[in-house]
């Protein structure tokens, strides 16, 4: 038996490119995500931060050898980026308190850090293994999914095309 060719694609590309000639899609908005960062009691919320600065999340843990190995190329991108309006915070995943202060003590992080042991947070991104690194821009979509080791690398890149767009104004 034979099948007939789907009329969908061709409708929805037409739906879409109707009265502009040219297909928008939006970007999936980030999910909103709360925490407590490591021994200040400082609390994190992303819905705070939209509109004002571009939120790099960064998903690693103290065991994850590439995550050590990036940290402070990441605490230099941190520093670098943070008066520009980037805000980074590394959520440890699958770890314990002590561990976590014993790799931010050793690697000599100077971005936030907070706890999310159960991928709470981490499946909520579609997080799939250590690192893991969303930057979310400051309409509050993601703009950027970098699974595995050299985010880091990628990141500046994708920072300046971040930041170089102006959030929509309402008229």
């Given at each position: 038996?034979?099948?007939?060719?789907?009329?969908?694609?061709?409708?929805?590309?037409?739906?879409?490119?109707?009265?502009?000639?040219?297909?928008?899609?939006?970007?999936?908005?980030?999910?909103?995500?709360?925490?407590?960062?490591?021994?200040?009691?400082?609390?994190?919320?992303?819905?705070?931060l939209i509109?004002?600065?571009?939120?790099?999340?960064?998903?690693?843990?103290?065991?994850?050898?590439?995550?050590?190995?990036?940290?402070?190329?990441?605490?230099?991108?941190?520093?670098?980026?943070?008066?520009?309006?980037?805000?980074?915070?590394?959520?440890?995943?699958?770890?314990?308190?002590?561990?976590?202060?014993?790799?931010?003590?050793?690697?000599?992080?100077?971005?936030?850090?907070?706890?999310?042991?159960?991928?709470?947070?981490?499946?909520?991104?579609?997080?799939?293994?250590?690192?893991?690194?969303?930057?979310?821009?400051k309409k509050?979509?993601?703009?950027?999914?970098?699974p595995g080791?050299?985010?880091?690398?990628?990141?500046?890149?994708?920072?300046?095309?971040?930041?170089?767009?102006?959030?929509?104004?309402?008229?």
């Open positions: 038996m034979l099948r007939r060719p789907s009329l969908l694609p061709p409708l929805l590309a037409l739906l879409l490119t109707a009265g502009s000639g040219v297909a928008v899609l939006a970007a999936p908005a980030a999910p909103a995500f709360r925490v407590k960062l490591l021994d200040s009691g400082t609390v994190v919320d992303s819905r705070d509109g004002k600065k571009v939120i790099v999340v960064r998903f690693q843990a103290s065991w994850c050898k590439p995550c050590v190995r990036e940290s402070a190329a990441l605490a230099k991108l941190a520093d670098r980026y943070r008066d520009r309006g980037v805000e980074v915070v590394a959520l440890q995943v699958q770890d314990t308190a002590a561990d976590v202060r014993r790799f931010v003590r050793t690697n000599k992080v100077t971005y936030p850090v907070a706890f999310d042991p159960k991928l709470a947070i981490g499946n909520r991104f579609g997080a799939k293994g250590t690192p893991y690194t969303v930057v979310i821009d509050g979509e993601i703009a950027a999914r970098l080791q050299s985010a880091v690398t990628k990141l500046p890149k994708i920072l300046e095309a971040a930041l170089a767009v102006l959030p929509s104004r309402k008229l």
